[in-house]
């Protein structure tokens, strides 16, 4: 009987585990890094507090950072340079590389900062 009951905990053990990877996994795959090329382009910069103050910022392909940079520097700690996707949104880098902000994306063609912290940057395509 404490055979069995040993075999079944431990059954239970490796079931739970396997789902567990097995979550984990399927979430992995469920964010999809962008290329850079589907998000190289124009854009604009707003807080989302005054939409009214759009500043022009354009995305490389090279992955850095053209347009009006002074205008974002401006609500940032540090002027960022450069750019690069990440599965669940675009993080903008300063001149070591390290991140300045990231920007979680919230639907196609929208992404806002996500931690409190910062300041509340909506990064929007701009119309064509």
Known sequence: MTHNAFTYRAMAWLIATLMMFSGDIAMASSLRLADPSELAGEWQVYLKSAPQNICALKLEQNQTLAGDIECLAGWLSETPIGWFPEPDGISLTGKEGSRVIHLGRQQEGRY???????PQIVLQRAPH
């Open 112 to 118: 806002q900062s996500t931690k409190h912290s910062d």
